[in-house]
């Protein structure tokens, strides 16, 4: 078993609509999470990070975590067309330990 | 641009042929990552650098790769002899020292092993 599983998609959805992006992981010995979106043929970039169960919301995103499930979720709100590309969960190890883990990326199309 | 700097952006070679390629981080950022990515997975570490000391590597990093950051700022990825199954994109990141979640990446090298 994978340490972080996320559904590769893809995932087509009209523009405007709410879009809902979701990982699980295996070891509870994470620290924190991250969503990365990343363009064809450029490498990811972050979009948030959390620590904390609960819900981290910035702009049209908002981060989900809950740790007693081992569960993360990405919305995007008023979904756009430029928002379309590969969404990637990570998770951080213990302090002290430098490896993020990614899932395998969610390929998002926003249809205009 | 001040972010994390590739090159080549992408690279060609014949199996057992030796490439090397080239990281610059973003210049007050002391820790520098190597990660490997394959066409639909998610990115895979390989190792990591504080200043100019490799403190963490992969199994995946197999004795035909070799990573060095001599001075504490660029860094090399080489791998000798080339194998088929190492063509993947080979991304590099750099973060500063109290900011362990905000990890920026470059544009990656892709590189195919014919």
């Known amino acids: 078993q994978k340490e972080v599983e996320q559904d590769p998609g893809p995932l087509s959805v009209p523009e405007g609509a709410i879009v809902s992006l979701n990982c699980t992981y295996s070891?509870?010995?994470?620290?924190?999470f991250m969503w990365y979106r990343q363009y064809s043929r450029k490498g990811p970039e972050l979009l948030m990070y959390?620590?904390?169960?609960g819900n981290k919301e910035d702009g049209r995103f908002t981060a989900q975590v809950d740790k007693s499930s081992k569960y993360i979720s990405l919305f995007i709100r008023d979904s756009q067309p430029s928002d379309s590309a590969t969404y990637l969960c990570?998770?951080?190890?213990?302090?002290?330990?430098?490896?993020?883990?990614f899932g395998t990326g969610t390929r998002l199309t926003i249809i205009p | 641009d001040t972010g994390v700097s590739q090159n080549p952006r992408h690279k060609i070679t014949k199996r057992g042929q030796n490439v090397t390629f080239r990281c610059d981080p973003i210049?007050?950022?002391?820790?520098l990552y190597w990660y490997r990515q394959t066409l639909g997975q998610g990115p895979e570490f390989l190792t990591y650098f504080q200043n100019e000391a490799q403190l963490e590597k992969s199994r995946l990093l197999s004795d035909r790769f070799s990573a060095e950051r001599p001075k504490g700022s660029f860094s090399t990825l080489e791998i000798q002899r080339t194998e088929q199954g190492d063509s993947a994109m080979y991304l590099c990141a750099s973060r500063s020292r109290d900011s362990s979640e905000k990890l920026f990446f470059g544009s990656g090298t892709q590189l195919s092993v014919l």
């Open positions: 070891n509870s010995a994470f620290q924190y």
């Open positions: 990570a998770k951080g190890g213990n302090f002290g330990n430098e490896k993020l883990t």
């Open positions: 959390t620590y904390s169960s």
């Open positions: 210049s007050e950022h002391n820790r």
